[in-house]
């Protein structure tokens, strides 16, 4: 103890007999590498002089400039370069939160209250728009809608005869529409589960007051509602700025350009010092809206929780609307879903689109060879490059994945057991972060930091490294909340106990804390592994030629006009991810509802 | 010497509260001791360091002659090394283990060959008389059985120093019962020493060989359950232990019997207790300490007795029969109490000597119980 002052001694003691403390640490640090490190380097790319453009600036690489912001604001170009994909950004956001909330507010009543025929099997149906990739219905849209003004086959429509104009071809109408329907399963979880949680006695209440059935509603069950459907608006609104896939595939064709695809392009032309304005804005709204969100759900929940839970399940009886109803939401489950993957399906065996004659019909695309497609002559089962994307996919995505649950049970773990409270204050909130930032800029953020070489940390760009530590880093918000919240719920008492009777920190974990929290790390794992097999938007960025997975593979082969193989790529990747719930839900019990909040 | 706790000025701190401020306590090999106090006194605190779950702000907790953590000496061994035993209040039993495999657990830690570990648990078991449930889940079990799990999954290790965090406050009333009978043969059998956290009166009596009384993260006073409720040292005590509460009554108060206490008492008294079962209605005794007129207003039966509410003057004062009382609402009535039946106060809750009386001291006696 020679001249280390025992309280020292002491606190270094009381702190190293729980590890946790020192593995928090440890993992902060991690966290602060991965996530806040990459959005910094992003944000000092804005206002730095890149490399390609010292010559036009006139100053050295590396030095402060505004001239980035200068020309995104203010210069003459602005207009078309940042101004029109603000708005156009925007006008998307808002009109696919429009749609989402629209249908999903009125499924989420139909399905929590009413006797709608079908109920239960909707309240399934209708999520699975979300487990399937969103450009799925972009890629749908285009097979059906596309006119001659673009190269390639033409769509469904244009080969019977009916030329679609190009407003409802391309551009904002389908995209709103798309984003609407993909994000719509997120507010009828979102409002639905607060309905089912709203004390049903409260309207009744009202009724029994002799309020309406329609007073009772507006004035007592609305207000109510606000809270969840604040949440649901504002991260729809988030989740459609950040969207990359949709308003690429449609936009493209008549060059509307949003922040995302802007991004896209600034990087493709090595403009880094654009595109980090982009992003930079990109964050910004995405940290405005989501911070709104926390602001009106302090000033909301006040209200929110008082009184106790109706357990009745009352049912509004809709009458003569209950067929309607259904079919309404037959309807939407058609367009939803089955429509669109028809059409893919459909779109992947005929050799001219829309033609509808047997001898059109082949499964050459598929497992055929000598195809005319000339840089992809054969079918995408007999080519080599889809097994080795596919291969990629289920590498990259099943490392991040299960990563990412680990990393998420042990940062519940860390948080609740440390007795440090800033240091769990600090885990969570940088383990959140990657929520505030959209996964284009994120994307983007990745690239702005490991691209290059950072002191010991090696150029990580081409490499499989790089999408998998940006996988785990945008799944981390999900991962981290369901560990923290099993782990708050598991309580200390159950390690407590197994240390008292002399259990160390790996046996512990291993043998009481990862048996009891199974059910939890299978979905913390699942539900990455769905998200990351259907994400276009990291991969988009990130993936290099050598690392190529299945979304940045069918989004090559639609660059090059082959339509048929994007498409049957992308079944593919739907196939991937629906079946990974399903397999999730039958097989190991996981809610799939539950977490889907991202 | 088997086993024994000795803590010495141990506090605990979180920030600006303080849980714990400065107890000693010994606590002798093989002695049964409640800790007894109101929710947040920091009796679990306590508990907890002792186990090491908590670390404390200062002072030195031993176990068994040996000192396991004393900031000022740097010292601090993981709750691993302590070999305590601590039963949990909510009996945190691993849900995913069967009831032998929770038993069996700490015994695997202790590398105990297969044959051993089955023997041993089948022995706990059957002690606890749950041995027909070694192959269910905690699930499926009731509160009751899960205690005797809880308990018997700490028995296995045979701790020599057993920490139990109510235990039994979970349980309904006849399981309580049953369970203290069961810890106290336990630790006739055993002779471990037992450390028990409990905020219930009753079963701290029932169970304790010793008991401390803890109030705001303090030891109030420490002595057998009869010393605590015959000799309490401070009014905190007094009022805390004993059901009905005591009548408490302030001597500035222009009441019949705070008048007649005043009296007798000294200068520094300025408040004394008289417990309901002390209080004598109808024809006074010869040697009281006070004696005044009442009138019943309710008479509350709660099974094996009564008890009687009066009005004396302005105070409320509740009389603890055995038998049927002979008196109905309304009734006037003389109520009083022997000379040494009253506990004395002086301003700061401190328990006066009966010194403090005017007559002649004699030594303390315990209060006539009523019968």
């Known amino acids: 103890m020679s001249g280390v002052s025992p309280k020292l001694l002491y606190s270094a003691r009381v702190t190293l007999a729980e590890p946790a403390t020192l593995i928090g640490i440890v993992l902060a640090l991690f966290f602060a590498y991965l996530i806040a490190a990459p959005v910094l380097a992003m944000l000092v790319d804005a206002v730095v002089v890149q490399v390609p453009d010292a010559r036009r600036i006139g100053a050295e690489p590396g030095t402060f400039t505004l001239y980035y912001l200068e020309r995104a604001l203010f210069s003459r170009v602005a207009d078309p370069v940042f101004w029109t994909p603000l708005r156009n950004t925007l006008t998307i956001a808002f009109g696919g939160v429009a749609v989402a909330l629209t249908l999903g507010s009125l499924f989420a009543w139909l399905l929590a209250r009413t006797d709608m025929f079908g109920r239960r099997w909707f309240a399934s149906a209708l999520i699975i728009p979300y487990i399937l990739p969103g450009w799925t219905f972009a890629l749908a849209w285009l097979t059906l809608f596309k006119n001659r003004s673009s190269g390639g086959h033409a769509g469904w429509l244009e080969s019977l005869g009916v030329s679609p104009p190009d407003w409802l071809a391309y551009g904002p109408v389908p995209t709103i529409l798309i984003l609407g329907l993909h ?65 690429y595939v449609l936009g493209l064709p008549v060059n509307y350009d949003v922040l995302s695809t802007s991004l896209y392009r600034a990087v493709n032309s090595r403009q880094e010092g654009m595109a980090a304005v982009f992003a930079a804005a990109i964050l910004l709204l995405g940290a405005l809206s989501l911070s709104t969100d926390l602001w009106l759900l302090r000033n909301a929940r006040r209200f929110a929780t008082i009184g106790s839970r109706g357990s009745i399940d009352r049912a509004t009886p809709l009458g003569a609307l209950r067929l309607p109803a259904s079919a309404l939401a037959g309807l939407v489950f058609l367009a939803g879903v089955v429509v669109p993957l028809a059409v893919l399906a459909l779109s992947t065996v005929m050799r001219v689109p829309g033609l509808f004659q047997p001898a059109n019909f082949t499964l050459d695309f598929w497992v055929g060879t000598g195809l005319p497609t000339m840089a992809f002559p054969d079918g995408v089962l007999r080519t080599p490059e889809f097994w080795d994307a596919a291969r990629n996919t ?25 007795s440090w409270t800033s240091l769990s204050g600090f885990l969570r909130q940088i383990t959140f972060l990657p929520y505030l930032v959209p996964g284009v800029a994120f994307a983007f953020a990745f690239l ?26 945008d799944q981390m918000p999900f991962a981290s909340r369901a560990g923290v919240s099993a782990m708050m719920q598991l309580g200390r008492e159950p390690e407590e106990a197994a240390r008292v009777l002399g259990a160390g920190w790996t046996r512990r974990v291993s043998r009481i804390v990862l048996p009891i929290q199974r059910r939890a790390l299978y979905t913390g794992v699942l539900l990455p592994f769905i998200s990351g097999a259907k994400n276009l938007t990291l991969f988009a960025l990130l993936a290099a030629p050598g690392t190529e997975v299945l979304t940045t593979f069918s989004l090559r082969l639609l660059e090059n006009n082959y339509l048929q193989a994007a498409n049957a790529v992308v079944l593919v990747i739907a196939a991937i991810s629906f079946g990974g719930a399903l397999l999730g839900q039958r097989l190991l019990g996981v809610d799939l509802a539950s977490g889907f909040a991202k | 010497m088997t086993a024994g706790v000795k803590l010495t000025g141990l506090v605990k701190t979180y920030g600006e509260a303080t849980a714990v401020q400065g107890v000693d306590l010994d606590v002798p090999a093989g002695d049964f001791l409640c800790l007894l106090g109101p929710s947040g006194c920091g009796k679990s605190t306590i508990l907890r360091m002792i186990a090491g779950l908590e670390a404390q702000t200062a002072g030195r907790i031993e176990i068994r002659g040996e000192t396991v953590a004393d900031p000022a000496a740097g010292l601090f061994a993981t ?86 965090d ?50 705001d993260g303090r030891i109030e006073q420490v002595g057998t359950p ?4 015959e000799r309490p040292e401070s009014r905190f005590v007094v009022e805390f232990v004993g059901a009905p509460p005591i009548n408490i009554f302030d001597l500035a108060a222009a009441t019949p019997i705070a008048r007649a206490l005043a009296a007798a008492a000294g200068p520094r008294v300025v408040s004394a207790g008289v417990r309901p079962e002390a209080l004598v209605l109808g024809q006074p005794a010869a040697d009281v300490a006070f004696a005044a007129p009442a009138e019943v207003t309710g008479v509350l039966p709660t099974g094996g007795a009564w008890i009687v509410e009066l009005a004396c003057g302005n105070d409320t004062v509740f009389a603890l029969s055995h038998n049927r009382p002979a008196v109905a609402p309304g009734d006037h009535i003389r109520v009083s109490a022997p000379r040494h039946a009253p506990h004395l106060f002086d ?18 006696t315990p209060i006539d119980r009523a019968r």
């Open chain 1, 183 to 247: 994000y719509m399963p997120f507010v009828i979880l979102l409002v639905g589960g607060a309905l089912r949680n709203l004390d049903a006695q409260l309207e009744e209440q009202a009724r029994v007051l002799g309020a309406g059935q329609r007073q009772a509603a507006l004035r007592i069950a609305l207000p109510l509602m606000r809270p969840a459907l604040i949440s649901a608006t504002i991260l729809v609104f988030a989740e459609c700025i950040g969207d990359f896939g949709v308003p």
């Open chain 2, 166 to 215: 109510e235990p039994l406050s979970n349980l309904d009333a006849r399981l309580r019962l049953e369970m203290r009978g069961v810890l106290k043969r336990l630790h006739a059998r055993l002779g471990a020493t037992i450390i028990f956290v409990t905020h219930d009166q009753w079963e701290a009596m029932t169970l304790a060989s010793t008991i401390a009384v803890m109030r």
């Open chain 1, 394 to 418: 289920l590498v990259i995505v099943g490392t991040a994945s299960l990563t990412a649950g680990m990393l998420g049970l042990l940062v519940g773990h860390c948080v609740t057991r440390t």
């Open chain 1, 448 to 473: 702005s930091l490991f691209a290059v070489a950072r002191g010991p940390i090696p150029a990580l760009y081409g490499t499989n490294l790089i999408l998998v530590l940006a996988l785990i880093a």
């Open chain 2, 79 to 164: 709750p691993e090394r302590r070999d305590v035993g601590l039963v949990f209040q909510n009996y945190a039993l691993w849900p995913h283990l069967t009831v032998a495999r929770n038993v069996e657990f700490g015994l695997r830690l202790r590398r105990m060959s297969a044959a051993a570990r089955a023997q041993r648990v089948s022995e706990v078991l059957e002690e606890m008389e749950i041995a027909a449930l070694a192959e269910r889940y905690p699930g499926q079990l009731s509160g009751g059985q899960q205690q005797r799990v809880a308990i018997a999954r700490t028995l296995a290790v045979e701790p020599k120093v057993l920490l139990m």
């Open chain 2, 347 to 364: 301003d700061a809750g401190r328990t006066c000597s009966p010194v403090s009386m005017s007559e002649p001291a004699t030594l303390p």
């Open chain 2, 226 to 229: 009869e010393a605590i409720y």
